[in-house]
């Protein structure tokens, strides 16, 4: 997965014209190993979406932003807006029920 950072954060994810997924992380983190499992197996199914890392360890600016108090996090973001936030570990088919609610092909989670 790609990793974003505090300098590209705006360019990367703010500014991108597709659904951005960003897995707040750090590598110490059991429970966001897991979880980068999980979004990588599902990965492939979402070409029309972006996949973005981003450790909270080396990285300070943008988690304080987002008031990261708990990792691992996933935040969706659309046309630069935060649109669903998860924090704590899901499984794959709840991962992808999720996604498909936020792209909009779900009604309901």
Not at 13 to 28: M, R, S
Not at 68 to 78: K, L, V
Request: hydrophobic letters at 40%; charged letters at 25%; one cysteine or more.
């Amino acid at each position: 997965m790609k990793e974003v950072n505090d300098k590209n954060f705006q360019s990367k994810v703010i500014e991108n014209k597709k659904t951005v997924l960003v897995d707040f992380w750090a590598p110490w983190c059991q429970p966001c190993i897991m979880m980068e499992n999980v979004i990588k197996g599902i990965k492939k199914n979402h070409k029309n979406m972006e996949f973005f890392k981003y450790n909270v360890d080396e990285n300070v600016k943008i988690s304080g932003n987002y008031d990261i108090r708990s990792i691992p996090q996933i935040m969706f973001f659309t046309d630069g807006d935060l649109i669903e936030t998860v924090t704590g570990t899901i499984s794959s088919r709840d991962l992808e029920i999720l996604i498909g609610y936020v792209l909009g092909d779900n009604n309901e989670i």
